[in-house]
């Protein structure tokens, strides 16, 4: 079964077998698609299936009714929201009992399962079945959103940026109402709240979360049925995997029970029949301009794929050395191939003439019709051309933007540095990441008991480290003050044996002494992260005035043009927020 020409990648999605005899009720038959799809972008001009990636605030309704005779009602789309999932390390799930049980992916909780495994006990390798709710375990640092509801702020956040001049400023001032929604809606409201922005920057909604924090594994298979086939198979044809496993959601320390839930259904699916698909596709670029898309197959692709494949080789390296180091590495080994895989495929799909040709026709044709009407001419005219001064503003610091040092205890160096100079200052004035509705989030990630392994923690930053000095030369500044006049082995080692940041510990005094205490550590990874810092800063701020600035305000127009002339018919790219997606169940060879 496949639903044609959807693009980004859903988890575990839930899939809605329609039965159209009754328009818009709740009599479904509701099933669990356990499979994980790759769709590729830039086929939206040339699609002849059924697809989408629906707001549920704008869903198909017209397209269903007209095709398949089944108008989703407001309820049913309230009910299928509601039992949609999404967990924060990255993937779609779904409530699937009344006690909180919770269906996704296998390759969705295999990073968590890896957290909870130890040398005596490899759970991705053993397969793990919880007899009792007592068995359950518990999963640190991991949650899991229910989307409540959804409140458009597009006129608060256009508002704000257009009360200044420069687009530099305005993308401030648009973040800092940003993060003033959030802080009072959830301040309001105890949801966890994020403002998400639609077609790049036309629009803005508030989607909010009632966020769990206790989850507990309760099933999983053995990581050879999870991925029967291995690579080979992995990706491009998982039909005989069990790629699946069950956790339980936990509030007050009892089962939750839902409201909302999918139910089995024991007679799955047959040929030619409606299925609905909820879940949360990850990033797409079918709004993407022909200029932006060529920064991405002649420079941003080609370093992924660069970065993937030295990666794999490394991580496959590293794993021969020690089994130990083999079950560390697995699940980031699977992550490193899965993507090296889709990027492949992407950047051939870009380096295909006849794709790529189908996308310049489309912007032409959207293009021409602006500059034809003096009424749209002049607002949103010039927004291509901006993209493309944006895009080669971008390629001159690309690397230097892209650039740095990825390892578990480094990152919790750079929280815990950033969090002592971003805390003073006004919620609204801080880096997003570090407003007061996210630190809930943040510190539970930063106060994570999960593993951490110094083998696995030294080859990430070997790795980073010789990444820099091969991209920049030895001589550069950055990769000196990255070095510390050390090998890459060597600070590496020096770095993990000499941090106390394993310490969860030392990790909250750090955090609870501000910048007096960063200032007056001696850890070597705070040093680091401290020695790097004002490099990050300069690099992320050029991006976000330059280019990203630029880039909402182009694309924005360009949304608008598109909307007066095709029509709002139109949905947005992918943001890893919840979208509706149709299509028939159809045989293959």
């Known amino acids: 079964m496949l639903l044609s020409h959807i693009v980004g990648r859903f988890g575990s999605m839930a899939r809605v077998i329609a039965s159209p005899a009754r328009k818009g009720d709740l009599m479904l038959r509701c099933t669990l698609w356990i499979r994980s799809v790759l769709m590729l972008p830039l086929l939206c ?6 697809e989408g990636m629906w707001l549920f605030t704008n869903p198909p309704v017209e397209q269903l009714d ?3 005779d089944f108008a989703p009602s407001l309820a049913w789309l309230d009910h299928v929201q509601q039992s949609a999932l999404r967990f924060n390390t990255g993937g779609s799930a779904s409530f699937v009992s009344d006690e909180g049980l919770v269906l996704t992916n296998h390759h969705v909780g295999s990073g968590i399962i890896e957290n909870l495994s130890t040398p005596e ?23 899991v959103n229910m989307l409540v509801r959804i409140i458009d702020v597009t006129d608060r956040v256009v508002n704000a940026g257009s009360a200044v001049e420069s687009l530099a400023d305005a993308n401030v001032a648009r973040r800092e109402e940003i993060s003033a929604i959030e802080d009072e809606f959830e301040s309001e409201t105890g949801l966890d709240c994020q403002v998400v922005t639609l077609y790049r920057g036309e629009q803005y909604h508030l989607y909010q979360y009632k966020r769990f924090t206790d989850i507990r594994l309760v099933m999983a298979p053995e990581l050879q049925v999870a991925y029967y086939g291995g690579d080979n198979d992995n990706f491009e044809y998982p039909r005989y995997a069990l790629d699946m496993c069950f956790f339980r959601v936990y509030e007050n320390d009892a089962p939750y029970r839902p409201e909302h839930f999918l139910t089995w259904s024991r007679e799955g699916a047959s040929e030619g029949e409606l299925v609905l698909v909820a879940g949360h596709p990850g990033h797409t670029q079918r709004l993407t301009t022909v200029a932006h898309l060529e920064f991405l197959r002649d420079v941003e692709i080609p370093h992924r ?14 794993s021969k050395r020690d089994p130990e180091f083999e079950r560390m590495a697995k699940a980031e080994l699977y992550g490193v191939q899965n993507g090296r895989k889709a990027y492949t495929a992407i950047l051939a799909g870009l380096q295909d003439p006849a794709i790529f040709a189908l996308k310049e026709t489309d912007e032409r044709v959207l293009r021409e019709a602006v500059l034809a009407n003096p009424e749209y001419r002049e607002p949103w005219g010039g927004a291509w051309d901006e993209i493309v001064r944006a895009r080669d503003t971008y390629r001159s610091f690309f690397e230097r933007h892209r650039t740095g040092i990825h390892s578990h205890l480094y990152g919790i160096a750079v929280d815990l540095v950033r969090l002592s100079a ?7 004035e801080r880096l997003p990441e570090y407003a007061d509705s996210n630190l809930d989030s943040l510190y539970r990630g930063l106060y994570t008991p999960s593993p951490v392994y110094d083998a696995q923690e030294m080859e990430r930053i070997e790795s980073s480290l010789a990444h820099i000095a091969a991209t920049f030369g030895a001589d550069d500044p950055y990769t000196q003050a990255a070095l510390g006049g050390m090998s890459p082995r060597e600070r590496a080692v020096a770095l993990v044996t000499g941090t106390t940041l394993k310490d969860v510990g030392v990790r909250k005094a750090l955090a609870e ?3 007096k205490a960063i200032a007056e550590s001696t850890d070597p990874m705070i040093q680091l992260a401290i020695a790097l810092d004002d490099d990050a800063r300069q690099w992320r701020k050029k991006y976000e005035d330059d280019v990203e600035s630029v880039e909402k305000d182009a694309y924005a127009k360009i949304a608008a043009a598109r909307f007066a002339i095709e029509g709002n018919d139109v949905y947005p790219d992918a943001t890893f927020t919840l979208r509706l997606a149709f299509g028939q169940v159809k045989g293959y060879s």
């Open 422 to 428: 971003e805390l003073p200052k006004p919620s609204v």
């Open 121 to 143: 006990a490899n759970l991705l390798e053993t397969g793990f079945f919880a007899r009792s709710r007592d068995d359950e375990l518990v999963c640190p640092d991991v949650e």
């Open 45 to 50: 001009a040339v699609s002849i299936a059924d």
């Open 305 to 318: 794929l660069r970065q993937f494949w030295r990666r794999e080789v490394q991580l496959q390296t590293f």
């Open 513 to 515: 002494g501000g910048a």
């Open 66 to 68: 007209a095709k398949y």
